[in-house]
């Protein structure tokens, strides 16, 4: 389906739900503030899907308990009572919770204490426990069931569907992000830019699933609510109905966490592949290894909280995470990189994962960002890099580009980079929702995922739109680091020695970056000597260097407006200038 009839099939259930949402919201006035809303928001939303999903079994959930309660393993009974990996035993139901008001608190904490115990993970996750005594405290408790138990407010799987809920669930974070001045785009990337990196991600085995089936498991190792997970199984079901899929991901935001574990028990998926935990410092999933990668980590933050772990791995060199380099404390965005690298499986694993501009090129040679741009690109992983729109985040308008990683190259892409240039491939949207203006609508994608697949040097056009894609060796985006000495002299100019060598003048040290592909010491005739001919190198300081100059490849050149043009102009404004003062002179200062 495409993006545009999803958003379609949506639009009702969202603005219903949205109407419901600040219904309830002005329940909470004056109790929390405006940015504390999600506080109550989101569990209640999660807790009433789960009711309303099990509304049709209810009854037979409630027969089978009274048979097997007393049974020391009850739970396969149950879920298969309910047809669902999740029940809940207790005799309430919001309406029954309702008809019974001086007993509200009581009631609806047996209600909650009625469910399995993979939702009681997710409840504990939401911390909700406390609101509910504060909500019961201030006789409000009442009127937020009451306000969820509306028609209008009916969540159940059967009318609802998980992608339905997922644009829900954005839109509750997106709201309360924003009423707190919180970066919404923390938890949550928008579908436009999912649905290109799960395309991309696909593209060359499409035909090969229809044809054979699709068997596949998928992480996120930054999932927040699980959208991304979501968009991936829901593409590869577009190919094979029956498609076995198997989801992986961790989460360190315990609400975002909390969410994406309620979407995975509600679709019967396996829950207990959603972990909770930093990533970085604590990998829930060590020796694992998947068909696709897929993530969206932050970047321009640091890693101070994590740094003891991550150089503890750092130093298992191959064996661990990081061994290939450590970036700046100040950005842990390619560290993400680094562990998604080792979560790939070996002859076919594959990764999409967004970056900022500062993975392409910061850091010199020998530095953490280039070694593990160097270890990267020796390997020959990196299979493409797109560019992204600018102001296509929702907290951030900043250039971000797509990166490709994977283990099995076909032989026509050995030992090269797709650079992609899609920055044109946009469209305005009416209204800005945070820092995000543009969207990649499904025509864009389709040239972009077009120019991915037919790998050739070629500018692809959808109107005035334009994108561009290059093919680069690996070997184009290495250089040596060269120490450039010269002589220390004295005043009458002569080298002064320093035992049998001549003393170097620390002063006057500099360094080139001379490419891979040429030749050190005829570079160093040609470019330096000329210049400085008592110079040479210390070939002991040599460092092999990689960065990936992206916007240098798709730079064009603009002849620079002649200057009989600018001098025409320029005497037009002296003109028109002129005329004003004769003007403002001769009428005594009004300028009518």
Known sequence: MSEKSLSSQTTINIKEKSNMIWNNANHLVGLYKPHEYGKVILPM???????????????????TYEKVKNFEVKDGFLEVAAGLSFYNVSPFTFDSLLADASHIEENFRAYLNGFSDNVQD???????????????????????????????????????????????????????????????????????????????????????MIEN??????????????QMLGCMEERLRELDADAEIRCFGQEFNPETYAIAKADMIIKGSNSENMKFGDTLSDDKFPGYTFDYCISNPPFGIDWKREEKAVKAEYKLSDKGRFGAGLPKISDGQMLFMLNGISKLKKDRGKMAIIQNGSSLF???????????????????????????????????PISTYVWIITKNKPSHREGKIQLIDASNMYELRRKAIGKKRNDITDACRDIIVKAYGEYLNKTYSLGEKTCESKIIDNVEFGYNKIVIESPLVDEKGEKIMKGKKVAVNTNNRDTENV????????????????????????????????????PRYFYKYVEPEKSEKVAVRIKNIEQIISASLDRLFSTGGDIK
Not at 214 to 223: C, G, I, L, R
């Open 45 to 63: 939303t999660v807790i009433k899907r789960f009711h309303d999903t099990l509304l049709p079994s209810r009854d037979k959930v409630t027969e």
């Open 122 to 208: 997710v409840l504990a996750h939401f911390d909700f426990d406390k609101e509910i005594t504060k909500l019961a405290n201030n006789n409000i408790l009442f009127y937020i069931i009451q306000e969820f138990n509306k028609k209008s407010s009916y969540l159940g799987a059967d009318i609802i569907t998980s992608v339905d809920m997922g644009y829900i669930f954005e839109d509750l974070i997106k709201t309360f992000s924003e009423s707190y001045n919180e970066e919404a785009g923390a938890h949550f990337t928008s579908r436009d830019i999912i649905y290109l990196m799960t395309d991309l991600l696909i593209c060359d085995e499409k035909d090969a």
């Open 213 to 226: 089936g699709v068997v596949k498991t998928v992480y996120d190792q930054t999932m927040g609510t699980s």
């Open 362 to 396: 910061s850091g010199s040679a020998g530095s953490g960002e280039s070694e593990i741009r160097r270890y990267l690109i020796e390997n020959d992983w990196i299979d493409a890099i797109v560019q992204l729109p600018n102001d296509s985040f929702y907290n951030t």
């Open 515 to 550: 490419p891979l592909t040429d030749d050190i010491d005829i570079y160093f005739e040609k470019n330096i000597k000329p210049f400085n001919p008592d110079a040479w190198i210390d070939k002991q300081k040599t460092t092999i260097g990689y960065e990936i100059p992206f």
